[in-house]
């Protein structure tokens, strides 16, 4: 009897309440890269590859519970379009509560709030299978597994408006390590790394500056070095990083023309997990400049070009390790949901005598849904 009342009451309960569905969406960018492999004593080769450039599935969605306060969600799967590698690793997921006045509290796994400043400035995100954007040779783009994150609503001010976003993790008693499409970090306590930034927006100027703290971290990246046999022997080290990063852009000419500027500086954070030889790194200073220009009279069409450079310094006597990008692009929009694009780029690894040279061509397609 009691479980037929209960029932019934349940069933009186959904039957009363309204729940709008989940919206589905995501992006397939693929596209075909010519990367020629420069080997040290090996021959060389031409070589083609089909890249999958950070495509990915979702489902997020928003109920209101009140007139100011509202359940939010998301959750984002990657997939590789070229048919390479294993599906589904995870992007950012979260569920949390929106309140119009105080701000949005998630909690899931998140990139942090100093990965999110670069999306303003990185004209090439995502290129050659996520390697020829920033995340090639730059500490501080990371997703992180166990946290809480809060976003404040927009504070208007005069000329603009200013937002403040952090993130705090959990390592959950264990040390950094990598995990299915992030990273995780060291310590039991809520807090033991954490992630801020505050970034200033208005018509003409967005600028923005954020922190991590013992958030881990990809040093001595290679970028889309394509090489079995390079000039520069070891490889990239995961460690736990401070980093300092500040990022600028200013729109002119009607928007049609924008200027891009990042510059950051990391050291490694003593922690549980750091890979063997990153304690041997005194820090890792970077910067990137870059422009976008949509022609006035074909608005279909934009130009770009960026220039980044990461350069790594120890505490020992080892030589510093130097990194270089330069790449240049155009793109046609079809439609806001369709673009094809073209690009060609060079990397320059260096270290004492030894330096390591990548160019890089391709076209590809990205489709929004």
């Keep these: 009897m009691k479980t037929k009342i209960a029932l019934a009451f ?3 309960f959904f039957a009363g309440t309204s729940f709008a569905a989940p919206t589905l969406y995501g ?31 979702g489902i997020k969605g928003e109920e209101k519970l009140t ?12 997939f590789n379009a070229d048919g390479d590698g294993t599906d589904w690793a995870q992007r950012n997921r ?12 998630k909690i899931g796994k998140h990139d942090t709030p100093v990965k999110q400043l670069s999306s303003v400035v990185d004209t090439f995100n995502n290129y050659v299978a996520n390697k020829a954007d920033i995340t090639g040779i ?10 809480v994150v809060y976003e404040s609503p927009a504070l208007n001010l005069p000329n603009g408006q200013i937002k403040i976003n952090a993130l705090l993790a959990t390592g959950e008693g264990s040390g950094i390590k990598s995990s299915s499409g992030g990273v995780k970090a060291a310590g039991g306590g809520l807090g033991d790394a954490w992630s801020a930034s505050a970034v200033y927006d208005n018509k003409i100027v967005v600028a923005g500056i954020g922190y991590d703290k013992a958030i881990p971290s990809t040093f001595l ?44 500086s990391s050291e490694v954070e003593r922690v549980a997990g750091n890979a063997v030889g990153s304690e041997k790194i005194d820090d890792a200073n970077g910067w990137l400049i ?25 505490k020992t006597n080892v030589s510093d390790f130097e990194a270089e ?31 390591d040279k990548q160019p890089v061509g391709g076209i590809g397609l990205e489709f929004k849904f």
């Design 10 to 12: 349940a069933l009186s």
């Design 27 to 57: 992006e397939i960018d693929t596209s075909l890269d010519y990367l020629p492999e420069r080997n040290a004593t090996k021959s060389d080769s031409d070589v083609w590859e089909l890249s999958s450039n950070s495509s990915y599935l």
């Design 67 to 78: 007139e100011r306060l509202s359940v939010v969600y998301l959750a984002e799967w990657a």
């Design 94 to 105: 979260f569920v949390g509560l929106k309140d119009n006045v105080f701000g949005t509290l």
């Design 138 to 147: 730059f500490t501080g783009e990371n997703r992180v597994d166990n946290v």
């Design 221 to 264: 990246g290679r970028g889309f070095l394509n090489a079995s046999e390079p000039e520069i022997s070891g490889g990239s080290l995961l460690a736990a990083a401070n980093t300092i990063r500040a990022i600028g852009r200013i729109n002119l000419l009607d928007n049609n023309l924008a200027l891009k500027a990042l510059y950051q």
């Design 290 to 314: 870059g422009a976008e220009y949509n022609f006035p009279n074909a608005k279909n069409w934009t130009v770009k070009g960026q220039y980044s450079q990461n350069n790594t310094s120890f």
């Design 325 to 355: 990008q330069i790449i240049a692009g155009l793109d046609y929009a079809f439609s806001k949901q369709l673009r094809t694009y073209g690009y060609a780029g060079y990397l320059t690894l260096e270290q004492a005598d030894k330096k």
